[in-house]
């Protein structure tokens, strides 16, 4: 091994991975973003938690990600198998593809199953040198802020789902979609004159189209959204 090697293994050690905890609507997803605002887009990459267990987990990962955010993790005993990934590199694999491995960072935002009294904070000195916990704490329910879901249609490809159970979309089966690069901008589509390129609402709050929009959860910019129009920003 190579002394440079040797020096970035020991910086690896010094580091630590941020596991975010609390109970459901405490806003553990935007927090994961706002620690996220100083990489690139396209070089964070989201990760289905409840898949860990899948031998493809890290197959949306590529040679250029520098931050994995593993969301909804559900079991305590994966979160040191991660800390593996964390220090040996992250190994790669994608269908008929040769595997490889990267070493980005990693963020965990935790089911809220997983509590503060699982964690062996006081008990081991070695995992409070490997994570860093971060407590949410759930806001008064007239607080809670309405939000947006964008997700894969399947594994890879330029489909999205999103899907919202904010009131806004009630009384209305038609929205068109804008994507400015920042931001998109969703419009009511009401009465008989509808746009074809328009998209409709399913009785499961969700809608498909074609977009390159990142994988999250992201809040509903209440400032400029008004009944007619909804504002997302999606840029951190």
């Known amino acids: 091994m190579y002394i440079c090697d040797i020096i970035k293994l020991n910086i690896r050690f010094m580091e630590r ?65 991660i800390y593996g990934d964390f220090i040996d590199g992250v190994k790669v694999e994608k269908r008929f593809e040769k595997p490889f491995y990267i070493n980005p960072n990693i963020i965990v935002v935790c089911s809220s199953s997983i509590t503060r009294e699982d964690l062996p904070l ?51 089966e038609y929205f068109t979609i804008k994507d400015d690069g920042e931001c998109i901008t969703i419009k009511k589509q009401i009465g008989v004159d509808v746009p074809k390129k328009s998209y409709k609402f399913s009785k499961s709050r969700k809608f498909c189209f074609e977009s390159e929009l990142p994988i999250g959860k992201f809040e509903i910019d209440k400032d400029e959204s008004d009944e007619d129009t909804l504002v997302i920003y999606y840029k951190w």
Do not use: P
């Open 17 to 81: 991975i941020k596991l975010i905890i609390g109970s459901k609507e405490s806003e553990k997803s935007t927090i994961a973003r706002q620690l996220a605002s100083s990489y690139n887009n396209e070089n964070v990459v989201f990760v289905d938690g409840s898949r860990r267990r899948d031998h493809f987990f890290y197959s949306a990962c590529n040679n250029n990600t520098e931050l994995v955010i593993i969301e909804e993790l559900v079991s305590v005993n994966d979160i040191m198998s």
């Open 122 to 172: 006081k008990t081991s000195m070695a995992f409070n040198r490997r994570f860093e916990v971060i407590e949410r704490v759930k806001k008064d329910s007239k607080q809670i802020i309405d939000t947006v879901s964008i997700f894969e249609k399947g594994l890879q490809g330029r489909h999205r789902f999103l899907y919202s159970n904010s009131k806004w979309f009630d009384n209305c």
